[in-house]
């Protein structure tokens, strides 16, 4: 997408990765850095970002479900802050950077629990398919123009997240599901090579953040 066109519109960021992979860590300074440059940025999270989808997300985090209930509450909760926050935000021309989308539906109920890929992609274009009353959407399938997907090792990861915090239920599961939650991004990714990005996640901090600029840079958004 050219950069008129995501000026235009509104640019629409998606910061990926199992738990402990470091998105937190760095989504707040990317946001800084758009806003040095005059840019009105959108921060969000998933699932959750409206009184509904947060409602949604404490079910998700921490109650027992089947992976085809998950991956319909995660979709409730998409949908609703799409029309309240995303959609909305992109319309005014707003930079939108997400903590995790999409993907990350496919990655932990595809990957993780091993639920039909092709029935997530139903969903998904179900969901992300925006109409307005019979209009549908100049965009077509609602998706962000960039993923960065912060690639680490399970157990990694599992060291950063030892005694930060009461775990949710994902949070406590085995390093093979976080393995198999990897092998996930890494088949989306293998699907949508131009929207995604992989970041060496496991790297220090400092290097991290620059291969996101860099990531950024190369497109020509900052």
């Not at 109650?63 to 995303?86: H, S, Y």
Request: charged share 25%; hydrophobic share 40%; aromatic share 8%.
């Amino acid at each position: 997408m050219s950069t008129n066109e995501t000026s235009k519109r509104g640019l629409f960021i998606s910061l990926e990765g199992i738990d402990g992979a470091g998105k937190s860590t760095h989504i707040v300074p990317l946001a800084q850095a758009f806003a040095e440059r005059g840019r009105k940025v959108r921060c969000s999270r998933e699932p959750g970002g409206t009184p509904l989808a947060e409602s949604l997300r404490q079910l998700v985090l921490h109650e027992p479900m089947d992976a085809l209930t998950e991956a319909l509450l995660m979709f409730a909760a998409r949908r609703d802050r799409v029309r309240q926050v995303i959609a909305p935000a992109l319309a005014r021309g707003d930079v939108v950077l997400c903590d995790r989308f999409t993907d990350a539906t496919f990655a932990y109920q595809g990957g993780g629990r091993g639920f039909d890929w092709e029935t997530l992609q139903i969903l998904e274009k179900i969901v992300l398919t925006w109409q307005n009353g019979s209009q549908a959407h100049a965009y077509g399938l609602l998706q962000p123009d960039l993923i960065l997907w912060f690639d680490v090792p399970a157990a990694t990861a599992a060291v950063r997240l030892s005694g930060v915090r009461a775990p949710d239920k994902f949070e406590a599961q085995s390093a093979e599901f976080f393995e198999q939650v990897n092998g996930g991004y890494a088949r989306r990714a293998a699907e949508n090579p131009y929207r995604f990005v992989r970041i060496d996640a496991a790297q220090p901090v400092e290097n991290v953040r620059q291969q996101v600029i860099t990531a950024i840079r190369s497109r020509g958004w900052l």
